[in-house]
């Protein structure tokens, strides 16, 4: 008898729903032929590529079934054909996804099962923060193909922050000149560099990652970190300034001033040229960590609280979050926030339609969810922060906490205190990796994976009492074959 080398169960990470392992092998090879219904062809032409099959042909079919949900798939692998089903393009490309990575693991010896797969999550992203630490396109590239293996579907792009702005602006040169600049006083790599992004290299990456049915949301901080911001324009501080790129990390007390109305001018026009470049739904406007310090101090900032009717600068906070809400929905575009936009709401309340992220623990995205916003969750507290190390050593790389394996294979979105109607208001979750310590992509790929990979299950699939370790040896060996680093060490 033969004996099967390998399972499909044993294999995939995130594991389906619904999978059957099955007698035999198909061997993918260049003579495999492919063919699909007609509104697959981007998609098929994608799986030519991967798998370098270049002929018509019925051995590889992708197939329409309308009653599949947007990014349901089936998948049934023969020893004589592979069968995809979709209802929409994304659907196909996650089964196709789900066959890459067994081609990969099996070396194109794919091992025969019947899979039916759908997500339990929406929003399944990651961050990368390219402000602290510019990390290349090709890097990012390398990063949403491996995330798209694994389902994950949101690319959360922060690119500005105190220490550097990496987005274009038309008619803002000093952004390029001053704001992108990182200053390298301290002792740490000692590099220096003045890098934006361009906007053809966006448009690239922003195809790429579309090629992978991944959206991109880019992050404009506001109304705090702005540091880098204000060293190009001061007029836009409370104080005029001087202000400073900066070259450490923390919370400054340097914002952006509430009450002048040239601040709001250069956030209308840059909301105006973001929704232009990215053509994905969301655009993600900060708010987090953003000192109230200078607003009490300026003559500005409280004359505007008194034209609002604003009794506290914190409610000064949410009067800007509800103006630059305007912004981006005069764009067409809809707006999210870290949770901090939900303080100092007493007297203005929130733009019902604004996606409040959790970052400080759950605690915010609860609040959130009972007041009707809809929410991702990226809980600090429960492994969702991956710059934090992944175990509680000296010997490990990683900032501030730790985010041990267990935590994320553990980890839920939803918590039992919510009740049916505010569970409904979780969108997903969503990991971040902030680079005030990580100066490269190879430091990046550590402290992502395998990390990454454990929350993709839980946010596909999640699954109970960390079950999702099991598969850490398999995926040891993804990272092999596509040349990630990762940390192997000790998962609490
Ligand atoms: C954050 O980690 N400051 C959102
Ligand atoms: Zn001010």
Request: charged share 25%.
């Amino acid at each position: 008898m033969h004996i099967k080398p390998y399972r499909a169960s044993a294999l995939l990470v995130p594991s389906p729903k619904r999978i059957t392992d099955t007698e035999g092998t198909f061997i993918l090879h260049r003579g495999t032929t492919l063919s699909c219904e007609p509104q697959f062809k981007v998609i098929a032409s994608f799986a030519r590529e991967i798998f370098s099959c270049e002929t018509e042909g019925d051995d590889i079919k992708i197939l329409l079934e309308r009653d599949l949900q947007e990014e349901a798939y089936r998948l049934s692998i023969t020893s004589e054909s592979i069968v995809l089903r979709a209802s929409t393009n994304t659907g196909a490309f996650r089964a196709l996804s789900t066959l890459r990575k067994l081609d990969l693991l099996t070396t194109h010896e794919l091992p025969c099962c019947e899979i039916e797969d759908a997500p339990d999550y929406g929003w399944r992203g990651f961050m990368i923060d390219c402000s602290r630490h510019y990390l290349s396109i090709e890097f990012l590239k390398k990063l949403i193909d491996t995330a798209s293996l694994f389902h994950l579907n949101r690319f959360h792009w922060h690119l500005t922050d105190d220490q550097g702005w990496r987005i274009p602006l038309e008619g803002w040169d000093r952004l390029e000149k001053i704001a992108a600049h990182r200053r390298q006083l301290q002792y740490t790599d000692g590099r220096t560099y003045g890098i934006m992004y361009t906007k053809e290299e966006i448009l690239d990456l922003q195809a790429y990652a579309h090629q992978r049915h991944i959206l991109i949301i880019p992050e404009i901080e506001t109304p705090g970190h702005v540091s880098s911001l204000l060293a190009a324009y001061p007029e836009f501080g409370c104080t005029a300034g001087p202000y400073e790129v900066q070259d450490r990390w923390g919370i400054f007390d340097e914002v952006l001033c509430c009450g002048n109305d040239a601040v709001l001018d250069f956030l209308r026009d840059a909301i105006k040229q973001i929704a232009a470049l990215f053509s994905d739904p969301y655009i993600h406007i900060g708010g987090d960590e953003c000192p109230h310090t200078a607003w009490e101090h300026c003559p500005k900032c409280q004359q505007r609280m008194l034209e609002a009717g604003l009794s506290e600068e914190r409610q000064l906070q949410s009067w800007m979050t509800s103006q630059i809400c305007q912004m981006v929905h005069q764009e067409g575009k809809r707006p999210i926030g870290w949770d901090e936009v939900l303080e100092g709401t007493e007297k203005l309340g929130l733009p019902p339609d604004l996606i409040v992220m959790s970052w400080r623990g759950s605690e915010g995205g609860i609040q959130a969810s009972k007041r009707g916003h809809q929410v991702i969750m990226s809980p600090n507290t429960e492994g969702c922060y991956f710059d934090y190390k992944h175990t509680d050593s000296k010997e490990e790389m990683g900032n501030l906490g730790v985010s041990t394996l267990t935590q994320v294979a553990s980890f839920s979105p939803v918590s039992d205190s919510l009740d049916e109607q505010a569970k409904k208001k979780i969108l997903g979750a969503q990991a971040n990796l902030w680079t005030e310590q990580v100066t490269s992509s190879r430091q990046a790929e550590y402290l992502l994976f395998p990390r990454l990979f454990l929350l993709s299950q839980q946010l596909w699939n999640t699954l109970d009492d960390a079950k999702g370790l099991e598969k850490l040896p398999i995926l040891y060996q993804m990272c092999e074959k596509l040349g990630l680093l990762c940390y192997k060490g000790p998962a609490t």
